[in-house]
């Protein structure tokens, strides 16, 4: 049934069950306008009459109704009221000759009409007003009713706060853990603010709780305030009979239009007890009864939530030992353990009573400081926990002496647990590579650097994905030394970065490693060169091809899989060479001896690279097979530089020849080097002098140009200087560095006075190798020293060049390969500030870019000029015009022109406007 007045529209909730009035006729000549009204507004409604108040009332009993209307005066008819709460009652006065005026019973309000309300349509609209909110009212009450028979029905002790944090509703089993307790307040604590009750009892600092109700108190606050979709916190509740645990759960839920929450509390003390009697076998380290990582991971997780809630600073260490293996080799793992828990004693004994100690791995610990009041704090306390270790340890009667550097990381609010301990790692990297006894606390620079490298590390993934196809093999001719013929090719991957162009193995392969990625790789750049090399040839002769294995590619398949991969390229197994680092020999020795030895029987060669550069190479010598040892180019760079260089290179020579070894020589660029290895009877050398790693379709070109490098003529040593030229050496060095002089001055004063050595002139490098161990370091002093300069450059022989001459004029210089590299060294606090950077147009044009944006955005580097040596033909490559450098200088260059141009940005600094 619809009623219209106006423009308004009201409309009964139930159109199939007719309306049901009941008249009480007390003057029936004025009940007329009021039943003629009801059958004009109610044409389908059945009205009932009754001549009086007693009549009405036994109808009432008998029948329902939906409203009862009479004409009777207020007073008398609050019986029918009383008797009938949930029925509508309207008193109606007036009559045919006057207005009707009305008032309206129901839910036990009243309720008085405007005076357009006072006609026929306005009683109608009136009576549906209160038929319609009757009905709400009595569906509300069910809702409550079944709310209530909700929370009644929960085991939990369970109540319901508003907006404010006010108990509004509580149930049963609240009611009964109330009254259990000693409880005396009849509500229950309705009308109580929950969240009040909680900040009284977080103040009161000498309460057990205390700790508790702020982290709850805060809990409710976020979930009122829709922050969070739900809270929980565990805690201790215990009565004096009984040690009870609780676990508080919130929940947001719309109350009266607005957010409030239900509060539930659920008995944990069983679980509680469980977790206590497993935790010192399940969550502690079993030899030192340190936290272990798990338990840690938890710790710092709540940690980081806290300190998030209430702004509190926390910091985490990682703090990592040296020389632990050497324990292990000298006094066996029982030695090693006795050694850990001493360690873990004096650690311990430098921690606060709120901060926790883990050994997080063998030789390695996890310290979570909490409360700190400024970041320097942890990496003070840290710095304490090193140098406690200073002092010798004592195992089985035999002092022995421990070193520890550490990586100490911030939390910033709003970042994950996860995020935290990376940045731990990233400054305990950092920290090894100064060496025993630093601490490094991780900046925002080193941020960078590892989020560049976590980006760079995806993308190494993406690049592996499906067919390869930003990964390219480079290869670089193994020349024999006594012929001068090409005797094989090395395979080098590079990589195509979509958006760094060409990296060098020394940009990703230490990332592989770290990832685990070098395998796949590995295998992929393993089949790809037998694929390119298995029909090389070189004037006649089929070359041989040496391949780089890793560790992770050694594995229980590794036999089968290089069968596979020479079966299907075609190449014979005497044709190849597996590279295998000193890493690839400590992680298994019995498994990888085993797989070294199947691969030898299957006619494949072993080669050990870089040989001598390992404490344990003589070792694995003995133990493994080895058809060729590969001379660490390190030493051969040395050869007529370094006595004691060119001593090992001999003596790995003669101990190969002793085990019926051959010999390569890695990093070959000069004659000399050449020469002097020939002489010694090393078989084969590969570098610069003949030819770099390139790609196999300029192979052909590259061994044509080895065929033109002349052979060297064998010499039995490099040219060292006489007796008494050398103690005329000494003499002045050892004067002039007592003075104080820089060694690029030193250098100077050598060559003009005594001459250079075997042909070749002093530098600041050979001037420092042949200073006296017990004397003063010339040029250190920043005060007394010439000017810093950095070059950067790729390609060696361009660096090494540009080292000596730079340091012929005077200049002191550092050398580095790639941007990341001279990242590294511009930022070290603990190194000597560089005056000029010189970048060399070798340097891949991605690494340009992105160190001189590094350099502008550093306020600490931002005054330091660059200079660009580049070729004019290569230039437009580095886009010169859209990187910002204080100088180009542009071939054909010479040394004067360089050093002349260093001179004068040293002198001015930073002289090209930044951009904004």
């Not at 006057?98 to 309300?117: C, D, I, K, N």
């Not at 910033?412 to 950092?430: E, I, K, P, Y």
């Amino acid at each position: 049934m619809t009623l219209r007045e106006g423009r308004n529209e009201l409309t009964l909730l139930d159109r199939n069950s007719p309306l049901r009035f009941l008249l009480i006729e007390d003057a029936l000549a004025d009940c007329e306008p009021i039943r003629a009204t009801l059958t004009a507004e109610f044409p389908n409604a059945q009205v009932w009459s009754e001549p009086d108040l007693n009549a009405a009332r036994v109808y009432l009993a008998a029948h329902h109704v939906d409203a009862v209307l009479t004409n009777m005066s207020l007073p008398h008819v609050l019986g029918v009221r009383a008797a009938n709460p949930e029925t509508v009652l309207m008193a109606v006065t007036g009559g045919a000759d006057s207005p009707l005026s009305l008032w309206v019973l129901a839910g036990g309000e009243e309720a008085q009409p405007t005076r357009e309300e006072q006609d026929g349509a306005g009683l109608a609209a009136a009576l549906l007003w209160a038929l319609q909110r009757g009905h709400v009212e009595k569906e509300a009450e069910g809702y409550l009713q079944l709310a209530r028979g909700l929370l009644d029905s929960l085991e939990e002790p369970t109540c319901v706060v508003d907006s404010g944090g006010r108990i509004v509703a509580v149930n049963q089993a609240w009611r009964d853990f109330g009254v259990a307790n000693g409880g005396t307040d009849e509500g229950c604590g309705v009308g109580v603010s929950y969240l009040e009750t909680c900040d009284h009892a977080a103040k009161d600092r000498m309460h057990s709780g205390a700790r508790s109700a702020a982290i709850v108190a805060e809990g409710i606050r976020h979930v009122l305030a829709g922050s969070l979709d739900h809270f929980s916190h565990d805690y201790p509740c215990h009565s004096p009979s009984e040690s009870r645990w609780f676990s508080v759960r919130l929940t947001p839920s719309v109350i009266n239009g607005v957010t409030g929450a239900v509060i539930s509390h659920r008995s944990i003390a069983a679980m509680h007890e469980v977790r206590r009697s497993v935790a010192p076998r399940s969550l502690h380290d079993q030899l030192t009864g340190l936290p272990n990582r798990l338990l840690m991971f938890d710790r710092i997780e709540q940690a980081v939530g806290e300190a998030d809630r209430r702004g509190v600073g926390i910091a985490v260490t990682r703090l990592d030992l040296h020389r632990y293996q050497q324990v292990i080799d000298s006094l066996g793992y029982r030695g090693g353990d006795a050694l850990l828990g001493q360690v873990a004693e004096r650690l311990q004994e430098q921690l606060g009573p709120r901060d926790t100690l883990c050994r997080s791995s063998a030789d390695a610990f996890l310290v979570l400081w909490h409360d700190l009041d400024r970041p320097d704090s942890a990496v003070e306390l840290t710095e304490r926990l090193v140098r406690s270790l200073e002092h010798p340890f004592v195992v089985a009667d035999v002092p022995v002496p421990i070193s520890a550097c550490a990586g100490v990381a911030i939390h910033s609010r709003g970042h994950s647990v996860d995020a935290l301990l990376r940045s731990t790692d990233a400054a305990l990297q950092d920290a090894e590579s100064r060496g025993p006894g630093h601490v490094v606390l991780f900046t925002e620079e080193q941020r960078a650097v590892t989020t560049f490298r976590r980006s760079l590390e995806a993308d190494l993934r993406v690049g592996l994905q499906g067919t390869v196809t930003q990964f390219v093999v480079h290869y670089q001719p193994l020349v024999d030394l006594a012929s001068g013929q090409v005797m094989g090719v090395e395979s080098l991957v590079r990589w195509q970065h979509p958006a760094w162009g060409l990296l060098g193995p020394n940009r990703f392969i230490p990332l592989a490693e770290a990832t685990g990625l070098i395998g796949q790789l590995g295998d992929w750049v393993f089949e790809q060169a037998i694929r390119d090399t298995a029909t090389l040839t070189h004037r006649g002769r089929e070359l041989d091809v040496a391949v780089n294995f890793s560790v992770h590619q050694l594995d229980h398949d590794a036999v089968a899989k290089v069968q596979r991969a020479l079966n299907s390229g075609g190449l014979r197994p005497d044709r190849l060479t597996l590279e295998v680092s000193e890493s690839a020999f400590i992680e298994d020795e019995e498994a990888t001896a085993g797989t070294l030895a199947a691969l030898s029987r299957l006619g494949v060669k072993i080669a050990m690279d870089d040989f001598g550069t390992g404490y344990n190479s003589l070792l694995y010598l003995h133990k493994y097979p080895a058809h060729t040892l590969k001379l660490d180019r390190t030493f051969v760079a040395g050869i007529g530089e370094s006595a004691d260089d060119e001593a090992i290179c001999a003596s790995i020579i003669s101990l190969a020849a002793a085990v019926g070894a051959a010999t390569v020589g890695e990093g070959v660029e000069t004659m000399e080097q050449y020469a002097f290895l020939r002489s010694l009877g090393c078989q084969q050398g590969q570098g610069f002098l003949w030819s770099p790693a390139v790609p196999i379709d300029k192979l052909g070109a590259a061994l044509a140009a080895c065929d033109e490098v002349p052979l060297a003529a064998p010499r039995s040593s490099v040219g060292r200087p006489s007796t008494a030229q050398d103690s005329q050496v000494a003499a002045l060095i050892s004067k002039l560095s007592a003075e104080r002089t820089p060694f690029p001055a030193i250098a100077t004063t050598l060559n003009r006075t005594v001459g250079g050595r075997n042909g070749l002139p002093w530098t600041a490098a050979s001037v420092a190798r042949r200073l006296p161990a017990a004397g003063p370091q010339a040029g250190s002093d920043t005060g007394g020293s010439a000017p810093l300069v950095l070059v950067c450059a790729d390609a060696e022989p361009i660096r090494r060049t540009l080292t000596a001459d730079l340091e012929m004029a005077g200049f002191e210089v550092d050398g580095v390969p790639d941007g990341h590299a001279a990242m590294s060294r511009l930022i070290d606090p603990e190194a000597r500030a560089i005056s000029v950077i010189v970048m060399v147009n070798e340097v891949p044009p991605d690494d340009t870019q992105w160190l001189i944006s590094a350099i502008n955005g550093h306020s600490r580097l931002n005054d330091v000029p660059v200079l660009l040596v580049a070729d004019a033909a290569t230039a437009p490559g580095l886009e010169v015009r859209h990187v910002r450098f204080d100088e180009v200088v542009f071939a054909p260059f010479g040394a004067p022109e360089i050093a002349d141009t260093v001179a004068r940005l040293a002198g001015t600094g930073r002289i090209m406007q930044r951009r904004a």
